[in-house]
């Protein structure tokens, strides 16, 4: 289960935003690139098409572009009582090409689709939307300070302002609203709620980039289940509970709410965090890969991870 975590709060940057991909390890994947002519900074999916085994779909689950334009898709994990309100009935598309059509350079004969703001806007600019897996979308505009979550039950809410409050955690449930305190909130969005509390706290009156990036790092890597109890996957809602998922060995064909298994460990392969400057012009984002493999699962973790990646440029 991956999680989304963001904040405008605190005084030196317009926005943090911390994200945990939580995925097979076996999974093909290119880490956080330069791409589509230097124009998008994401990582990206390199595993064939779920719908179409013959084509290689490059889809994405987070990224940034040239203009400031920002986004992370998470699964939406749908109980039977809420399935038959999802839009997404024929699910033909891959979810991955929902962050790469709103981050792409658009076309002069595409221009004229600018408004964005809302699941029915989205979908006017992007017709598969509704043929998309089930998905949680935040997207936004870091310049115009505007950002959103729509999700494939059409709803759309309004984040990170005045009204909703400066933070969010979005995961692979039914968003709420951050000032919305719900019993059935899963832990691991209630842990989030309280990290990024904790991190404006402890790092107010702190203007070290590297200092920063870090304890978000630390956040990220938070884990609050026993790893030794939990070797094999019994109840894939164990993922629900806890920030960072360790490396978890599931049964052959479990269910752990994903589109596509394969492998046999999943957990938490890489996370991702992405700092924009309070003036809204300078970005560093810091990828690190965890796990490419079900080798490596012993000689790599959070605290040892294969490859650090850092990205600091300016907004155009």
Not at 21 to 42: A, G, P, Q
Not at 119 to 131: G, H, I, V
Not at 218 to 240: L, R
Request: aromatic share 10%.
């Amino acid at each position: 289960m991956c999680i989304l975590l963001a904040t405008t709060e605190h005084p030196d940057y317009r926005l943090i935003m911390i994200s945990n991909r939580d995925e097979f390890f076996e999974r093909r994947t290119h880490t956080t690139c330069w791409h589509n002519d230097n124009y998008i900074l994401s990582p990206y999916d390199m595993t064939k098409g779920l719908y179409d085994k013959e084509k290689e779909v490059y889809g994405t689950w987070t990224g940034i572009n040239r203009d400031g334009k920002i986004s992370t898709i998470l699964n939406l994990r749908l109980e039977d009582e809420n399935k038959r309100f999802s839009k997404n009935g024929q699910k033909t598309m891959s979810r991955g090409m929902i962050p790469f059509k709103y981050l792409e350079k658009k076309p002069i004969n595409e221009r004229q689709c600018i408004n964005w703001e809302t699941y029915e806007r989205f979908e006017r600019c992007y017709p598969f939307l509704d043929k998309s897996g089930d998905f949680n979308f935040f997207y936004g505009d870091v310049k115009e300070q505007d950002y959103k979550v729509i999700d494939s039950l059409g709803n759309t809410f309004s984040v990170l302002d005045k009204e909703h409050g400066p933070n969010m955690v979005v995961s692979n449930d039914i968003y709420k609203p951050v000032k919305n305190n719900d019993i059935m909130e899963w832990r691991k969005v209630k842990l989030g709620k309280l990290k990024l509390r904790e991190l404006i706290e402890e790092t107010l009156n702190c203007h070290s980039i590297d200092t920063i990036v870090n304890k978000c790092f630390q956040i990220a890597s938070f884990c609050s289940i026993n790893c030794e109890n939990e070797k094999v996957v019994k109840d894939p809602m164990v993922t629900a509970g806890t920030i960072f998922v360790p490396p978890l060995q599931c049964l052959p064909q479990q269910d752990v709410g994903l589109t596509m298994s394969g492998g046999l460990y999943y957990g938490t392969r890489s996370q991702l965090v992405t700092l924009v400057s309070r003036d809204g012009t300078k970005v560093t984002v810091s990828e690190r890969t965890l796990h490419t493999s079900d080798s490596d699962i012993d000689e790599f973790n959070q605290y040892r991870p294969i490859e650090t990646k850092t990205f600091n440029f300016s907004l155009a």
